[in-house]
DNA sequence: GCCGTTTTCGGCCCGACTGTTTTCAGTCG
């Protein structure tokens, strides 16, 4: 039994409930106890009596139960009955923005639809406009909604593809029959969104190995089973391709598994010109064929005249040019990070208090950290009120006396639809640093998107602006900002950009952060962490940034605690 | 369905925005 699969029968549940129009609070503690679950290390659960569970926040005695019962049996009664009375496809069309739980009954009452196709029919040929409560703009916003959710389809966000690989790659390691074992393709790219999973390995029994491959316990569907290559479907929808290689051929077939393809295109041409035939078995001598190298990846790229890239960076977006004329950047490393600027707390809607997040800080190696709450008008995340500003400061006061880890206050603070922010001056001034940042009022044109938050960014208490473009990777679009003249009023007010971590913001988009560097813009990376397992995303963010060609130099809080303290007070 | 030292029952987060609706319901955060 995983976490993951009770967290998300819990979550189900309180979709399920919510189709059905059931209390919103009970719908809420399905809700809080699979967050709970999902915070709980693995296989921890398994060992848990039902008193334990019952230990656990926001799970009861009725929850815990469910719990057992699964363990025990393989289901739930509940859910079962649940899924009879409401069918499990209609939580998909949750996913359609513009939809909810109120209109998915609509639809599912009067039409009796399930799929995202007989919906999208029943949209083109305008039967939803005369159901109660829709209009033709409903309908026009469901297409569209639709359309938006279909073009990231089959895609995994990074987090997951590299949550799932890793797992995989533990599993296989664990055998003796592999020698080698690498994960190629966009996940080692660290590309936004992931189309399947590469693994590369080297063994001396192929054939034993593909069964051993597909032997794994998440495996749900095997696709292909060949003597090199065999393509499988795990349970959580993502396929992984595996290849058996040779070892003096590891390095040119993970050079061409890693893509991309327009980094190959340019590669092999180039190696054409210098005399060579590049393929994933190895570099060649075009005229007679003899080998010259294939075990080793950064031969390759030596041997056709090039530094070796890093893989983030093969994109064809001129990192060939730079390899040619030894001007590759030197990129930003996790280890250069001294601290997370941007960071929520009980005070508002973060689930670990100030100590928890300094426990987890401690783990990670940071010199300090920026617990930066929402600010008043954001109520939904319990935005603090002065008041209450003023009682955080005096606790993070105290708790720096005790700890080596320097923890600063400072606020999310909400743009205004106008581009003023959500705090007075005088409140402003009380904060070690000041992060805005847009949660609301999203609807908005280019010019006044872009207004609104150019204005924001003038103020001279701002450091920091988060998440610029909000975009939600697969739920809600990018704002429809100027991005140039963003990154010049950065550059023009000192305002530094956020790389968010979050694995769907990831925002700024990589492509953003190598045209701000161009324009000279300094950037934070953060997590955004609302639980203790969220500060782990700074990988994503320093993937991001490491696509984005950013070295240590560009990112503040890659500073010492000194230099920092100087940045935020100049 | 969970929680709790003022409560074991009655709270639990609600405001902005959009589209439908002529006074409000649903979605989103």
């Known amino acids: 039994m995983k976490n993951e699969d009770i967290a998300t029968i819990l979550q189900n549940i309180a979709d399920l409930l919510e189709i059905k129009g059931e209390n919103y609070f009970k719908i809420r503690a399905y809700r809080m106890a699979a967050e709970s679950i999902a915070e709980l290390q693995e296989d921890y659960l398994n060992k848990m009596s039902q008193v334990a569970l019952e230990e656990l926040p926001h799970v009861g005695s009725a929850i815990a139960k469910k719990i057992t019962e699964y363990r025990e049996t393989g289901a739930i009664k509940y859910y079962e009955t649940l899924k009879k009375e409401i069918p499990i496809e209609l939580l998909q069309f949750l996913k359609i923005p513009s939809i909810g739980p109120k209109k998915i009954a609509t639809i599912y009452e009067h039409l009796g639809i399930t799929t995202i196709s007989e919906l999208q029919n029943a949209a083109e040929q305008g039967k939803l406009q005369d159901l109660e409560g829709f209009g033709k703009i409903t309908e026009m916003n469901i297409l569209r909604g639709i359309r938006f959710t279909q073009k990231t389809q089959g895609r995994a966000l990074l987090v997951h593809a590299d949550e799932t690989a890793q797992r995989y790659v533990n599993y296989l390691a664990s055998s003796p029959l592999i020698e080698s074992c690498s994960i190629a393709g966009s996940l080692r790219r660290m590309k936004e969104t992931i189309g399947d999973i590469d693994i590369l390995i080297t063994s001396r029994e192929p054939a034993t190995i593909m069964d051993y491959f597909v032997s794994y316990p998440e495996v749900n569907q095997i696709l292909a089973k060949g003597q090199t290559k065999t393509t499988v479907l795990l349970d959580n929808h993502i396929q992984v391709d595996l290849r058996v290689v040779q070892n003096e051929s590891m390095g040119a077939a993970l050079q061409y598994f890693t893509g991309s393809k327009e980094h190959n295109v340019a590669i092999r041409s180039r190696a054409l010109k210098k005399g060579y035939k590049l393929n994933e078995y190895g570099l060649y001598n075009k005229k007679n064929d003899h080998i010259i190298t294939g075990a080793n990846e950064e031969d390759i790229y030596r041997q056709i005249g090039l530094d070796y890239i890093p893989s983030e960076l093969r ?7 730079a390899a040619e004329n030894h001007t590759l950047p030197n990129l930003i490393q996790q280890k250069d990070i001294q601290g997370d600027l941007h960071i929520h707390s009980t005070w508002s809607d973060g689930m670990h208090t100030i100590p928890d997040i300094i426990k987890q800080v401690e783990t990670l190696g940071y010199s300090y ?6 600010s008043q008008s954001l109520r939904i995340a319990k935005g603090l009120l002065p008041r209450q500003v003023e009682q955080k400061i005096n606790e993070i006061q105290s708790i720096n006396t005790e700890t080596n880890i320097q923890v600063l206050c400072g606020t999310e603070c909400d743009i205004l639809k106008d581009g003023t922010l959500d705090y007075p001056d005088h409140i402003l001034e009380l904060f070690d640093y000041v992060i805005i940042g847009i949660h609301m009022g999203f ?4 010019e006044d998107a872009t207004n609104r938050i150019l204005k924001a960014m003038e103020h001279p208490s701002v450091t920091l602006l988060a998440h610029p473009t909000c975009r939600m990777i697969g739920h809600r679009e990018p704002l429809p900002l100027d991005m140039t003249a963003l990154f010049q009023k950065a550059v023009d007010t000192n305002t530094a950009l956020e790389i968010n971590s979050f694995p769907d913001r990831l925002d700024l988009t990589d492509y953003h952060v190598k045209q701000a560097k161009e324009y000279g813009v300094r950037f934070f990376i953060d997590t955004d962490a609302h639980a203790p397992h969220h500060l782990h995303y700074i990988k994503y963010g320093i993937a991001t940034a490491r696509r984005g060609w950013l070295e240590k130099k560009d990112v503040i809080n ?3 605690p000194k ?8």
């Open 315 to 321: 994109e064809n977006r001129g990192e060939i040019e």
């Open 563 to 570: 230099k920092l303290e100087r940045y935020l007070s100049s």
């Open 443 to 446: 609807s908005m044109n280019k």
């Open 369 to 374: 950290v920026g617990i930066t709450d929402h």
């Open 558 to 560: 890659t500073s010492t």
